[in-house]
Each structure stands twice: as structure tokens, then as C-alpha cells.
Nanobody
């Protein structure tokens, strides 16, 4: 129900844009979020956006570098990642929330995508 894409290998300081396309049923009226998980680490929240797109939240570690956005006509949420650092290396997952708002808590999300790998070389 959620298909993430756009990951890849990039050098430090580079940029990537992740996309996540969902079914209309999964996407409509739901907040969306991006999470990531690096090897040996717990999954962590990255960014979230409300259904209307008027509210966004970010992890402190990515604030000012990453931007989340959505196109409700295309059932797609994006994560623009700039000034990438090796610490950003992880598998990135998109998720659909249980309500119209997003959250930093993964338990507030109902549907999860399969992830897309982002690797930042130093």
C-alpha cells in the first residue's frame, strides 16, 4: 500500500529526494511520516506532515536540512534531503498515520512501506 523510492548512494553534502506513493485509501485524510533505521539502531522519526500539509514536524537532527511535502492529487509524500551526512545513512520508511495529523511516535502510524536505502559516503 506504500511504495517508497528515491534512495541511493550520495557523497557528504549531497542531496536526494525520496518519494512515497500510496493507495488513495491509505493516503486520504491521513497524516504521513518518514522514519529511518540504521543497522544496529532503533527506528527513529525523521519528519511528519498533516493531511492538509499545513503542519510539519522534524527530528532535531534533520531540521533545516530535510523538507517533507505532499501532493494529495498524486497520493504521494516527499522527503527532500539536503546537506546529507554519513549519519543519515539508513533505510528510510514512509508511513501513514491513524489520523489527519502526523506524530513522532511510530505507534501512531497504521501502514508502513518497505523502505528505501540511503547511503551517504564520507
Amino acid at each position: 500500500q506504500l511504495q517508497a523510492s528515491g534512495g541511493g548512494l550520495v557523497q557528504t553534502g549531497g542531496s536526494l529526494r525520496l518519494s512515497c506513493t500510496a493507495s488513495r485509501r491509505t493516503f486520504s485524510n491521513n497524516g504521513m511520516g518518514w522514519f529511518r533505521q540504521a543497522p544496529g539502531k532503533e527506528r527513529e522519526f525523521v519528519a511528519g506532515i498533516s493531511w492538509r500539509g499545513d503542519t510539519t514536524i522534524y527530528a532535531d537532527s534533520v531540521k533545516g536540512r530535510f523538507t517533507i511535502s505532499r501532493d494529495n492529487a498524486k497520493n504521494t509524500v516527499y522527503l527532500q534531503m539536503n546537506s546529507l551526512e554519513p549519519e543519515d545513512t539508513a533505510n528510510y520508511y514512509c508511513a501513514a498515520a491513524r489520523s489527519a495529523v502526523s506524530s513522532r511516535d511510530g505507534r501512531d502510524y497504521r501502514y508502513w512501506g518497505q523502505g528505501t536505502q540511503v547511503t551517504v559516503s564520507s
